[in-house]
C-alpha cells in the first residue's frame, strides 16, 4: 500500500488545457472517488496517474516517489477498466495470471495467487471458463481478480460499472467496497454516477471543467456543499434552488422569491440585507403545509417506498420527495414549507455558499 499525491497537475492538448493545477492529497489505505459530469477531466486525471497521459506540469507520486517518468509497469499500479479487457482466447485462469507470467514468476505462484484471488471473488468454479461464456458482472469479476494478483500499492478503476445493469451494478458495488475492506490498498476509482460515489467513497473528490470544486466525505459534501455545482451535483433527486432576495430586518431571516414566497431561514450573513441569492433546500426537507411554497403538481412518481413529486413554483421547477403516500395528482395546487435548520444559501453571481 501507498499514498498517492497529485500537485498542481496540469494536462494540456496542443492549446486546450483540460486540467487546471489539480491537488489531491490520497492517504494510503483510502478509498477515494473522482466524480464529475463527462468532460470534467476525472479520467484524464486517472490515466495521468497510470501513466497513460503524460502530465503537461506538477507532479504525482506514489509513495515517497514522484512517477511522472515512470513507466505504467513499473509503478506498481493496478487497473480495472470499464470494458474488462479480457484477452478472449485465454481461460479466467489464464486472464488473470498473465501479468505474473510476464514477469517470470513460476507455475505454483501464479497457480496459488489466482486461487488466492479466485477465492475472494468466487470464481474458483469459473477458472477454466473463457471470457465469451461469462456474463458481464462475471467479466468485470475476472478483471478485478486480474488486478489483485499483482498486489499493486494503488488500484485504479476507470468505471468499472458503467456497462453492468442497475441491478448488478448494486452488486457489484457492494463487491468492490468489501474487498477495499478486506484488501485495505488504496483505491482511486472514477464514476459520473453519483450514487456510487457516496455509497463507496471513504473521500469524494468532486470535479468540473478541469478543477476541483470539492474535496471531503460523503456526507460532509452531502451536508455542507461549499457551492452550487457541488450542491446540485451530488444527492439524486438533486437539490432545489429557488432564486429571490435576501431579507435581514432584525426578525427571522428568510428569502423572498419573485412570486412573493417566503423562504425561512435560522440565520444568515451580516450586511447581508437586500442580497440576490439562491436558496437551495433538498427534496427529502421539503413538508405538505397549509402555507408556504405555493406550487401546482406536474408530475408524480410513484417508486414504492416513497412517492416523489415534480412541482413548479413560477417559472421554476421543484422535486419533493415523501416517505408517505398522499393521493396528489398532476394539476393539484399544494404548499410546500421547507425545513430552515437544512436550508443552504448561495450568493446568486458566484454560486459560492453563504455563511452566516
Given at each position: 500500500?501507498?499514498?498517492?499525491?497529485?500537485?498542481?497537475v496540469r494536462k494540456s492538448f496542443g492549446g486546450f488545457e483540460v486540467l487546471?493545477?489539480?491537488?489531491?492529497?490520497i492517504e494510503d489505505g483510502a478509498f477515494v472517488v473522482l466524480v464529475g459530469p463527462s468532460g470534467c477531466g476525472k479520467s484524464t486525471l486517472l490515466r495521468m496517474l497510470a501513466g497513460l497521459e503524460r502530465i503537461t506540469s506538477g507532479t504525482i507520486s506514489i509513495g515517497e516517489r514522484v512517477?511522472?517518468?515512470?513507466?505504467?509497469?513499473?509503478?506498481?499500479?493496478a487497473m480495472v477498466f470499464q470494458n474488462y479487457a479480457l484477452y478472449p482466447h485465454m481461460t479466467v485462469a489464464q486472464n488473470m495470471g498473465f501479468s505474473l507470467k510476464l514477469r517470470g514468476a513460476d507455475q505454483n505462484a501464479i497457480d496459488s495467487k489466482v486461487n488466492r484471488a479466485a477465492d475472494i471473488l468466487d470464481l474458483r468454479q469459473l477458472l477454466d471458463r473463457f471470457p465469451r461464456q461469462l456474463s458481464g458482472g462475471q467479466r468485470q469479476r475476472v478483471a478485478m481478480g486480474r488486478a489483485i494478483v499483482r498486489d499493486p500499492q494503488v488500484f485504479l478503476f476507470d468505471e468499472p460499472l458503467s456497462n453492468l445493469d442497475a441491478k448488478l451494478r448494486v452488486a457489484m458495488r457492494t463487491e468492490i467496497k468489501e474487498l477495499h475492506q478486506r484488501l485495505k490498498t488504496t483505491t482511486v476509482y472514477v464514476t459520473h454516477d453519483q450514487i456510487e460515489a457516496m455509497t463507496m467513497a471513504d473521500k469524494i473528490v468532486v470535479m468540473h471543467d478541469g478543477i476541483?470544486?470539492?474535496?471531503?466525505?460523503?456526507?460532509?459534501?452531502?451536508?455542507r456543499p461549499d457551492n452550487k455545482f457541488v450542491a446540485g451535483f451530488i444527492g439524486s433527486p438533486a437539490m432545489n434552488f429557488l432564486d429571490g432576495t435576501?431579507?435581514?430586518?432584525?426578525g427571522a431571516p428568510y428569502v423572498e422569491t419573485a412570486n412573493g414566497a417566503k423562504l425561512p431561514l435560522v440565520d444568515a450573513p451580516a450586511?447581508?440585507?437586500?442580497?440576490?441569492?439562491?436558496?437551495?433546500?433538498?427534496?427529502?426537507?421539503?413538508a405538505f403545509a397549509d402555507s408556504g411554497i405555493e406550487a401546482e403538481v406536474a408530475v408524480v412518481?410513484?417508486?414504492g417506498s416513497e412517492t416523489q413529486i415534480v412541482a413548479r413554483v413560477g417559472n421554476q421547477e421543484m422535486i419533493a420527495v415523501f416517505r408517505e403516500r398522499h393521493p396528489i395528482a398532476p394539476g393539484d395546487r399544494i404548499h410546500l414549507q421547507p425545513r430552515p435548520d437544512v436550508a443552504h444559501l448561495f450568493d446568486r453571481d458566484n454560486g459560492q455558499r453563504l455563511r452566516a
Open positions: 500500500m501507498a499514498s498517492v499525491q497529485i500537485s498542481d487546471h493545477g489539480v491537488t489531491v492529497p512517477v511522472n517518468d515512470v513507466q505504467p509497469k513499473e509503478r506498481d499500479i476541483v470544486e470539492q474535496i471531503g466525505a460523503p456526507l460532509e459534501l452531502y451536508d435576501l431579507k435581514v430586518n432584525g450586511a447581508s440585507n437586500g442580497r440576490p441569492v439562491s436558496y437551495g433546500i433538498r427534496p427529502e426537507h421539503l412518481e410513484p417508486t
